[in-house]
């Protein structure tokens, strides 16, 4: 790790709490992306394709200006369909997503984000166990 990781990090980190409370202050929602995209369909669209659009346009843009995303996929693309269908179903269950949990819920101190972000800690913790040492069990994924 070095300084330019650090300071991108921490950037990255302030931009996304300055979005979320920007988001509240204007529009009186929380950036949990999963009811953001969930209510595209609803009146209040505009907005919503907005933010979605800015998301999805970020990493190109960040390439055009030079930047590099280095990435590799450790696990074929079978693995990755199942464990996003896994997220998208526990994001139903637990009633949101990460950034709505985990960036809004515990900046406000709901105490229900607060449960909800330290139970899917906690499953992500023991899928990643599970996945690495006991599915991998000497094998390539």
């Given at each position: 790790?070095?300084?330019?990781?650090?300071?991108?990090?921490?950037?990255?980190?302030?931009?996304?709490?300055?979005?979320?409370?920007?988001?509240?202050?204007?529009?009186?929602?929380?950036?949990?992306?999963?009811?953001?995209?969930?209510?595209?369909?609803?009146?209040?669209?505009?907005w919503r394709a907005w933010f979605l659009g800015g998301l999805l346009i970020s990493a190109p843009l960040y390439r055009l200006g030079g930047g590099e995303i280095a990435m590799t996929l450790d696990h074929s693309p079978a693995w990755l369909a199942?464990?996003?269908?896994?997220?998208?179903?526990?994001?139903?269950?637990?009633?949101?997503?990460?950034?709505?949990?985990?960036?809004?819920?515990?900046?406000?101190?709901?105490?229900?984000?607060?449960?909800?972000?330290?139970?899917?800690?906690?499953?992500?913790?023991?899928?990643?166990?599970?996945?690495?040492?006991?599915?991998?069990?000497?094998?390539?994924?």
């Open positions: 790790m070095n300084l330019s990781t650090i300071l991108s990090s921490l950037a990255g980190g302030a931009l996304i709490g300055l979005s979320a409370a920007l988001l509240l202050y204007t529009h009186k929602h929380t950036a949990g992306i999963s009811g953001i995209a969930a209510g595209l369909w609803q009146r209040d669209a505009g199942v464990a996003g269908l896994l997220v998208g179903y526990g994001t139903r269950l637990g009633s949101g997503c990460t950034s709505g949990h985990g960036v809004c819920g515990i900046a406000r101190l709901a105490p229900r984000s607060l449960a909800a972000t330290a139970t899917f800690m906690l499953c992500a913790g023991a899928t990643v166990y599970v996945v690495r040492h006991i599915l991998a069990a000497g094998q390539s994924l």
